[in-house]
């Protein structure tokens, strides 16, 4: 007797091997564009979680139901794996009590997936922007950022959505912009010709002003860089930070005695 003819690969390995591998795929399928599930180790924890799940589960599908017995477990395995597959609004109805009780547990790990791809997303992006500490550097990055996403193979509603998210980034380091030029002028007091020019210190209030605009423009900043964590690949980022180090060297962030925070 041959391994792959004893009952428990027949009862339990194929089914489980069935539906883990069909999940994957599905998985895969429904995060597209939403996120890394390999990303960070909290991630593939979490993704490995629901593949186990969903593996004990077909298995259970077709042990426990024995008025479905004439159909093989393998066959229960490739079912169950497409309960994670993105589905539309039409629903069959009458499916529903069944695939709830066969994704018993399955549909809170998959939004807590969800929503530790999103924090990965917005952690890994916060933390790439923290190096621009001007609105200059800010402008010029998200220029470039915009040309090599637009220059990617992405749909058209992609495009359309990394151009809008480049125009709000723009109105919003206009306005930090118009915040620190209002200030500066506010600290410079007039001198008559021939005497040097008085600038005072900014008050806590107007600093207070300047960083919260700044801050505000470099999240929406982070925001269009989402787009290049969550639609591309790992291998570009080693342009995109060729991107920012163009424009804020390595070692003039150094300089400034801040720590380095990346992924």
């Known amino acids: 007797m041959t391994w792959y003819s004893h009952t428990w690969c027949a009862a339990y390995a194929a089914p489980a091997a069935a539906c883990t591998a069909i999940a994957w795929l599905c998985l895969l399928r429904r995060f597209a564009g939403r996120g890394r599930l390999l990303g960070t180790w909290r991630s593939a924890c979490l993704s490995a979680l629901v593949l186990l799940a969903m593996g004990a589960t077909s298995v259970g599908a077709g042990l426990l139901l024995p ?43 998959l939004e807590r997936l969800e929503y530790r791809l999103a924090t990965d997303a917005q952690t890994w992006c916060d933390s790439f922007m923290e190096r621009f500490k001007e609105v200059r550097q800010l402008r010029i990055f998200i220029h470039g950022l915009k040309r090599f996403l637009l220059d990617r193979p992405h749909s058209t509603v992609t495009n359309k959505a990394v151009c809008a998210c480049h125009e709000d980034a723009e109105r919003r380091l206009d306005a930090a ?77 150094r300089s400034t005695g801040a720590l380095r925070q990346g992924r």
């Open 67 to 109: 008025h479905l017995g004439q159909v093989p477990p393998a066959a229960a395995g490739v079912a169950t794996g497409f309960a994670v597959a993105p589905r539309g609004r039409r629903q069959d109805e009458g499916a529903q009590p069944l695939l709830r009780f066969m994704t018993l547990g399955i549909g809170w790990l």
């Open 177 to 253: 912009l118009d915040v620190q030029t209002r200030v500066e002028e506010a600290c410079r007091t007039p001198a008559p010709p021939g005497v040097a020019e008085f600038r005072r210190a900014r008050s806590a209030d107007e600093e207070a002003r300047c960083v919260i605009a700044f801050n505000e423009a470099r999240a929406m900043c982070a925001h269009l860089l989402r787009f290049a964590y969550c639609q591309g690949r790992r291998s570009e980022r080693p342009e995109i930070e060729r991107l920012r180090d163009a424009v804020v060297p390595p070692d003039a962030y």
